[in-house]
């Protein structure tokens, strides 16, 4: 049976403008780091990708090096592009990314313009598509002249190869140097992709601010830690679990007991709230206008059936973030 999508979808999901760009991306998106590579079930990413966009989800982040092994999720998603999707392609955003190590010797890591192109041009081959509507530089290099990196984000767009730019894992500092870049090239940045959620809040602590008087959206990811903001590892580590899992990013060792602890005093709060903790997770980061959209990964469509209910709740009330700010504290 050919897939047609919800005809409701639109009607299920909020998009917030992606700073001051004409772009809007719906309040969850999908990325593809793990559970859709060549090791991971086409039955079961194919009904992820589906659920998502039969919800309104219409943005999907890769990276050249998604899999293992590495490269593959471009590739699986570009055959359910073919499969399912060709005929939606106006209606979804596609990204993608260079920065971390893809092939041998100097030209396949890191952020030179010989880099950077190249690895674009490979991640189009793999999914079939002519174009990638935002292109990321996935970390900052401190070798390479910044001016350059950006300079290689600014000729691809103009090569018609990304509709729109964005960068990872930059600090504040190094942030706002390369808006500036950027904006005098005439290829402002639309977005920022940082790590972010109730554990990590590296980015309050300054860049928030910068991507705000800036006018640059911005997409945290691993807004569950992994999976730990949830309910998953009360009772210990399941099997199927990214913890468990050899090529998993989650090691054992990061589910410590004070982790845990912490994990159940904040169930309790969502309990409270008539939320599951992932849901609470998403919406805790929700309650922030400055943050566009949230990255969120799942292994399951009942994960992110779960997640995408996050929308039903985004407010918190002062009481329910002093206690959330104790337990976390
Ligand atoms: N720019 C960068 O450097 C960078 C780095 C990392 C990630 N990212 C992007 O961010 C995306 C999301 O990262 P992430 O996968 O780490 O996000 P995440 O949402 O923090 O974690 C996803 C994992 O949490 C578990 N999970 C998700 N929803 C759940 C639910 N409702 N209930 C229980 N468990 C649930 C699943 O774990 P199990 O697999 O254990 O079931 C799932 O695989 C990536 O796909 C990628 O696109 C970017």
């Known amino acids: 049976m050919p897939y047609t999508a919800h005809p409701d979808r639109y009607k299920r999901m909020q998009y917030r403008r992606c700073g001051n760009s004409g772009l809007q991306l719906p309040v969850l998106s999908l990325g593809l780091w793990h559970n859709f590579g060549h090791v991971d079930m086409f039955g079961n990413y194919r009904s992820i990708l589906q659920l998502a966009f039969d919800n309104g989800v219409t943005h999907f982040d890769l990276a050249n090096n998604y899999g293992p092994p590495p490269g593959s999720a471009e590739e699986n998603f570009g055959r359910l592009l073919k499969l399912d999707f060709a005929p939606y392609r106006d209606e979804l955003i596609i990204s993608t990314k260079a920065g971390h190590y893809m092939w041998p010797g100097p030209y396949g890591d890191w952020g030179s313009k010989k880099y950077l192109v190249a690895s674009l041009d490979q991640s189009l ?3 079939g598509l002519e174009y990638v ?9 401190p070798q390479t ?5 950006m300079a290689a984000l600014d000729l691809i767009v103009r090569q018609g190869k990304a509709l729109y730019v964005g960068i990872s894992n930059y600090q504040k500092e190094e942030a706002a140097k390369a808006f500036g870049i950027l904006r005098q090239l005439g290829t402002p940045c639309v977005i920022h992709q940082p790590k972010y959620s109730m554990f990590e809040r590296w980015v309050e602590d300054g860049l928030l601010d910068t991507l705000e008087n800036d006018g640059v959206g911005c997409i945290p990811f691993s807004p569950l830690a992994q ?3 949830t309910n998953k590892y009360l009772g210990g580590i399941p099997a199927d679990s990214r913890a468990a899992k050899p090529h998993g990013f989650l090691k054992e060792e990061q589910v410590t007991a004070e982790r845990i602890g912490q994990v159940k005093a904040l169930s309790q709060v969502a309990d409270k709230r008539g939320q599951t903790l992932a849901q609470m997770a998403l919406a ?3 309650k922030d206008k400055r943050v566009t959209s949230v990255l969120i990964g799942a292994s399951k469509p009942a994960q992110l059936a779960d997640s995408l209910r996050c929308q039903d709740n985004i407010n918190f009330s002062a009481e ?3 206690t959330i700010e104790t ?3």
Do not use: K, N, Q, V
């Not at 935002?134 to 900052?140: A, G, K, M």
């Not at 002249?145 to 990196?149: F, R, V």
């Open 145 to 149: 002249p910044l001016e350059e990196t």
């Open 284 to 286: 805790w980061l929700l």
């Open 320 to 322: 329910e973030l002093a």
């Open 133 to 141: 509507d935002i292109f990321y530089h996935h970390r900052p290099d």
């Open 327 to 329: 337990i976390l504290t």
């Open 227 to 229: 999976g730990l903001l």
């Open 125 to 127: 081959t793999r999914m």
